[in-house]
């Protein structure tokens, strides 16, 4: 499991729980350099919390985990977190730049307002993920997809090297769904992404590697998902759709 | 027909000048900071901030007639009291997280019971509670001016120097922690200015009303506006002109000015609420 060099993002015999119930139990993973991993399981599992540990967020109660060989605290600038939007104040008087401004925190000036060059990044993070012409427009008023692209632009403009999205395509249509992988194909190619998906998100066929929350944490190639996988972690028998037959990358194992 | 019933009086009596100059210096402060606690939802925080005030006021007026310490300014304890509410809920609403409305509404009240058991045990000076629950802008001195003042420039010095931080902070604290900004301390600092910006507001409409003049405007301004700095420039601008109507349309009927303030304010509120409608 820890044959991989340098990895990104690492939990050794990681233990988590909160108010004496385990969420979480020796989990051991290694996530390598240009990965894109998608992190899928029930509701309930620990798929957010994963995350969280990742980011610091959360403290684990036994093990440990590396972001880039450090505790996750040293590395936090190093990490572009996508949350959901869902919790943020609909009539919030921010546009869309003032939010992608944010993720420019600990780069920029830390007295007085911004800098050009700030600004220029955060615009250009705006055009990166396709809405350099909305800049100036309401937060409140995007549509669903274009406040999740928002949120992933405030995350690049923190010029990260590995990408967390918490559930990035709820409540999604179809076809901006496909839109929105197109993105994320495009960003892998220099950040590595790890992404909570809110169903079997690993249907795409981008993801390289799935971690399988649920009693257990298992990291599979998606060459090795099978039926049984699925059927063991939903704990029902569900149909696993494959999108091609591309086999997955060298490099991983369980 | 009000208008020549103000505008004659103000010519010639100072304490009328007085009284629209503080109108127009509590704007800058009311508008900067209000809009801060409309977006970051903080409103009941500020109410608590300001009723406890008058356990300062109290106290300072009881020193004063009692043991004789008349140098101790009433703003003086109305500042101490609000800082020390404001960090107490600041404190348990970071620490202790469950139960912030209960701590909220104990620094309330408490605060209020203190003050009026301090006013009641300070030998003729019951005139005086009527003043600090329903404010008295006619009595706004000049060093009373000065001090508005110097809050106001302070407030706009801190504002442009962390407004990056405290928008973050407003927004998505959880993501603003993670870009390094420490959130808990410009949390207090939100508090802080919260609790100066009460302390001079209180001169205008008194504790009672502070909650809606702090908080009106802004958010009336949110519904006119699209970006934070406009919203507090709007605000300040709402703010500034409410008082002066209010302390001129309630000066011929002789009516209580920090009340028409309020009614007037309370009215547009609701009116660009309507109006926007979603």
């Known amino acids: ?254 | 027909m009000l208008t020549p019933a103000f505008l004659g009086p103000l010519a010639t009596h100072a304490f009328l000048q007085y009284a629209l100059l503080g109108g127009v210096l509590v704007a800058i402060p009311c508008g900067l900071v209000g809009s801060y606690v409309v977006i970051r939802r903080i409103s009941y925080i500020a109410g608590a901030i300001s009723h406890s005030v008058l356990a300062g006021l109290g106290l300072v007026q009881y020193l004063r007639v009692v043991h004789g310490v008349t140098w101790l300014s009433p703003l003086a304890g109305a500042a101490v009291a609000a800082l020390l509410s404001a960090s107490v809920i600041g404190w348990v609403s970071l620490k202790l997280r469950q139960r912030e409305d209960t701590v909220i509404g104990a620094v309330w009240a408490v605060g209020m019971a203190a003050g009026i058991v301090l006013i009641s045990l300070t030998p003729g000076y019951a005139a005086d509670l009527m003043s600090y629950l329903f404010g008295n802008i006619l009595m706004l001195t000049p060093r009373d001016l000065i001090l508005i003042g110097a809050l106001g420039v302070a407030v706009v010095t801190v504002v442009t120097l962390f407004h990056k931080q405290l928008l973050a902070v407003c927004f998505d604290d959880e993501f603003a922690s993670l870009r390094g900004v420490r959130t808990s301390r410009y949390y207090f600092l939100l508090l802080g200015l919260t609790a100066l910006t009460v302390v001079v507001l209180v001169s205008v409409v008194g504790i009672i009303m502070v909650i809606a003049l702090l908080t009106l405007p802004a958010a009336t301004a949110n519904h006119l506006t699209r970006r934070l700095s406009h919203m507090m420039i709007v605000a300040a601008l709402l703010c500034a002109g409410l008082t002066a109507a209010g302390l001129a349309l309630s000066y011929g009927p002789d009516l209580p000015a920090g009340a028409v303030t309020i009614l007037l304010t309370g009215a547009l509120y609701f009116a660009t609420a309507l109006f926007k409608k979603r």
């Open chain 1, 1 to 254: 499991m820890t044959s991989v060099p340098n990895p990104v993002l690492a939990f050794h015999d990681l233990d988590f729980g909160y108010d004496g119930r385990r969420v979480l139990s020796g989990v051991n993973l290694a996530i390598p350099a240009g990965d894109f991993v998608s992190v899928v399981g029930p509701n309930g599992s620990g798929k957010t919390t994963l995350l969280k540990l990742a980011l610091g967020l959360l403290k684990p109660t036994a093990g440990e985990v590396t972001v880039f060989g450090e505790k996750p605290e040293r590395a936090r600038h190093r990490i572009g977190y996508v949350p959901q939007h869902a919790h943020l104040d609909p009539l919030f008087p921010v546009s869309a730049l003032d939010v992608v401004l944010m993720g420019r925190l600990g780069l920029g000036p830390r007295l007085g307002p911004w800098r050009g060059r700030d600004r220029d990044a955060a615009r250009a993070a705006l055009a990166e993920v396709g809405l350099g012409d909305q800049a100036d427009r309401h937060f409140a008023a995007l549509s669903g997809g274009q406040k999740q692209r928002t949120l992933i632009a405030r995350s690049l403009a923190g010029e990260p090297e590995l990408l967390l999205l918490d559930e990035p395509t709820a409540g999604l249509d179809a076809h901006v769904e496909e839109g929105f992988f197109r993105l994320l194909e495009e960003l892998n190619r220099r950040l590595t992404i790890i992404m909570v998906s809110h169903d079997l998100g690993f249907v795409t066929a981008l993801v390289r590697s799935v971690i399988c929350v649920g009693q257990k944490v298992v990291v599979h190639p998606t060459s090795a998902i099978t039926g049984q996988v699925i059927a063991d972690l939903y704990g029902a028998d569900m149909r696993l759709i494959r999108h091609d037959h591309r086999c997955s990358e060298e490099g991983h194992e369980c």
